[in-house]
């Protein structure tokens, strides 16, 4: 394994050159004469000289120490790590989408204008909502512009006294944290013993101060919500209305709609249902559909055609306003929409049955060695508890670690917070059997090391470029800058 090695700062020796401008053939005036004496720099930069294969070798070295779902198997619960296939990013790069201006005028964007409006048909189509906004740039950013639109509706309606979001408890935590942001008080229903919300509590927390309820549906337990009709008639009949954290959609896709389900509002998280890039916290895109009675409050402006030319709606009376600048993050709509032409309707709901063949395969191999709280036939993602390894020394999060010494990123962990010790397991559609086969394998070479010598497994790991960090430290301390050891 690689070790780690000297930073930039320190590689560099006076005089060394990694590039050559030609030299001035325009008179040189003084500085003083260009730049007052305040702007001009007093002391010595001291940036780093190195020639230009040490300063390639150094970042193309440093761009391998990073796990991405273009170097392994990536299997992060939850976050859905979708392969992103290359075909996306070649069609956002096509000059006159990479090239466009958001100042362009209407009639020369027409393209770009017809891309986003016929992405929103092909959104409605597979969520079965009425009408989309694309502005929103990730999940958490779709939930609050949802949430938004739900509070200007019973506004409008001169419902005043709607100030509870009902949360399950196997929740992401992106949605108590949104419901707060909106102004609303968080309201949680427990889970039956099989994982699923209970039904008879939902109904005993309904009154008419409920605003909405929230819901991702599978789970994150990767399980369906079998009784979500009865649970949608329960929040309409008491005045309130449905939401869907779409970001578990990728295991449905073409089998079953959020807006046949009973929902009024929808996100998808199109960095995890349709194959474009995560990209370290963007950019991003989390569109959000909404059935009719919600079109007017949705974000301005929506994307409309009449006489077959395409527009930016801006007459939306009761519209929450922007809630992005220009339209979204137009290039990572681009890739999703590519994403959805080339797959086409079949191929999609194929997707989503290879995500839970892939994800039950893979449960029936671990389930023999780990203990799986809510044994039942799971959809895109599962999670086991790790709760007897942890007993024996070793938990989770070692788990983890170890993981990442044998060359697998780890699985999501300690998360849903419903499970104690949680590991969430989600391999998505594109893995191959073999794939999933040598990840079982070593997650039971994991096990065995922990019977055998767990203190060993707590202190890992050994071949990774750092060692077990600190993470106390690093949350409270952080050292973000480079300084010269004097
Ligand atoms: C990822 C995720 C979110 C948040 O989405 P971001 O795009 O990361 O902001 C919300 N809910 C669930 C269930 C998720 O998995």
């Not at 008419?208 to 549906?217: G, H, I, K, Y």
């Not at 290879?354 to 203990?371: E, G, Q, R, W």
């Not at 060993?456 to 050994?462: D, L, M, Q």
């Amino acid at each position: 394994m690689r070790k780690s090695k000297a930073l930039i700062f320190e590689m560099g020796r006076t005089g060394r050159q990694g590039y050559s401008l030609p030299s001035n053939d325009v008179p040189d005036k003084p500085l003083g004469e260009l730049l007052p004496d305040k702007m001009q720099r007093s002391c010595d930069l001291g940036l780093p000289e190195l020639s230009e294969v040490e300063i390639i070798r150094h970042f193309t070295e440093l761009s391998t120490r990073n796990f991405g779902v273009d170097t392994g198997f990536y299997p992060l619960g939850s976050c859905t790590m979708k392969y992103n296939p290359k075909v996306n990013e070649e069609a956002a790069a096509l000059p006159g989408f990479a090239f466009m201006h958001p100042c362009q005028p209407q009639q020369a964007s027409q393209g770009a204008l017809e891309l986003l409006y016929n992405f929103e048909q092909g959104l409605k189509e597979l969520t079965a909502m009425d009408r989309f906004t694309l502005q929103p740039a990730a999940g958490a950013h779709g939930e609050l512009t949802g949430l938004m639109v739900i509070q200007a509706y019973h506004r409008h309606r001169g419902d005043h006294k709607r100030n509870k979001v009902l949360i399950p408890l196997s929740a992401h935590g992106t949605n108590p944290a949104t419901v707060s942001m909106a102004g609303y008080e968080v309201v949680q229903v427990p889970c039956d013993d099989r994982g699923l919300v209970d039904l008879n509590a939902l109904k005993e927390a309904l009154d008419d101060t409920t605003a909405a309820l929230m819901l991702t549906n599978p789970s994150t337990l990767g399980l369906f919500e079998e009784e979500i009709i009865p649970m949608a008639r329960a929040v309409h009949e008491a005045g309130g209305l449905l939401y869907y954290d779409g970001a578990n959609m990728n295991a449905i896709m073409g089998y079953t709609r959020p807006g046949d389900m009973g929902f009024d509002v929808v996100h998808l998280n199109i960095h995890k249902t349709l194959s474009t890039p995560h990209g370290g916290g963007g950019p991003g895109g989390g569109p959000v559909g909404v059935k009719e009675r919600l079109i007017p409050f949705l974000p301005v402006p929506l994307v409309d055609k009449k006489n077959e030319e395409f527009y930016f709606d801006y007459d939306v009376p009761d519209s929450i306003g922007k809630v992005h600048a220009f339209y979204g993050n137009f290039g990572v709509a681009v890739k999703a929409y590519t994403y959805m032409r080339m797959m086409g309707a079949e191929g999609l709901k194929q997707a989503s049955t290879d995500a839970v063949i892939n994800a039950n395969y893979l449960m029936s191999l671990l389930k023999k060695t780990f203990y799986l709280p809510y044994d039942r036939i799971c959809k895109h993602e599962f999670v086991l508890s790790a709760r007897p390894e942890k007993k024996k020394g070793a938990g989770a999060g070692d788990i983890a670690k170890a993981l990442l010494d044998r060359g697998f990123h780890p699985p999501t962990v300690y998360f849903p917070l419903i499970v104690e010790e949680a590991l969430m397991i989600e391999p998505t559609d594109t893995e191959a059997k073999e794939t999933l086969d040598a990840f079982a394998a070593v997650m039971e070479m994991i096990a065995k090391d922990i019977d055998e010598d767990a203190e060993k497994v707590a202190h890992g790991p050994y071949n990774t470029v750092v060692g077990r960090l600190d993470e106390v430290r690093a949350a409270r301390s952080p050292i973000l800058r480079w300084e010269k050891e004097s």
